[in-house]
């Protein structure tokens, strides 16, 4: 009973989103549901995108250790900077996490921005989808341990020169 309304809902749909005009009608369903993939593979859907995920602690863990070791080569290459400018080490430390920073976001926008003008030279002499869109600063385990080395320099900072300013 339960599956005879289910589809002959689906197909009230399906005639109710042609007479507006649509093309294509998608659904979007949860992996572990296969009752609703059955009925609609039946009503001959296909399926044009599969999105599979896993929950592991090892995927954590990795994220952990590339966060630290962000840190790690962050502290050294500014460490090193310091050294060559021979300034002092916690002098250095907020501009150059800052620096670093801005670094790896405009060498995004710049890869990002390259491929743009590629893909929409490819549209421009093809006419074919290219995949150009807008520029997404994504949030990754490197980018978290920039971040967080930016946090970590400021309080560094605020506790070192704190007697200069609130004495």
């Not at 921005?113 to 893909?119: E, G, P, S, V, Y």
């Amino acid at each position: 009973m339960e599956i005879k309304d289910g589809t002959a809902a689906l197909l009230t749909l399906g005639k109710y989103v042609q007479t507006l005009g649509a093309k294509k009608l998608s659904l979007h369903i949860l992996g572990h549901n296969t009752r609703a993939i059955h009925l609609y593979q039946k009503l001959n859907f296909q399926i044009t995108d599969l999105v599979m995920s896993k929950n592991d602690k090892g995927i954590c863990m990795k994220s952990i250790y590339i966060i630290l070791a962000t840190l790690t080569v962050e502290t050294l290459i500014i460490w090193f900077a310091s050294y060559l400018l021979g300034w002092n080490f916690i002098d250095t430390i907020l501009l150059g996490s800052l620096l670093l920073f801005g670094i790896v976001y405009l060498f995004r926008l710049y890869i990002h921005q390259t491929n743009a003008t590629f893909n929409a030279n490819i549209v421009g002499w093809t006419w074919e989808e290219a995949g150009i869109g807008p520029f997404h600063f994504r949030i990754s385990p490197i980018i978290i341990g920039l971040i967080l080395f930016i946090v970590i320099s400021i309080l560094v900072t605020f506790i070192t020169y704190y007697r200069y300013f609130f004495d």
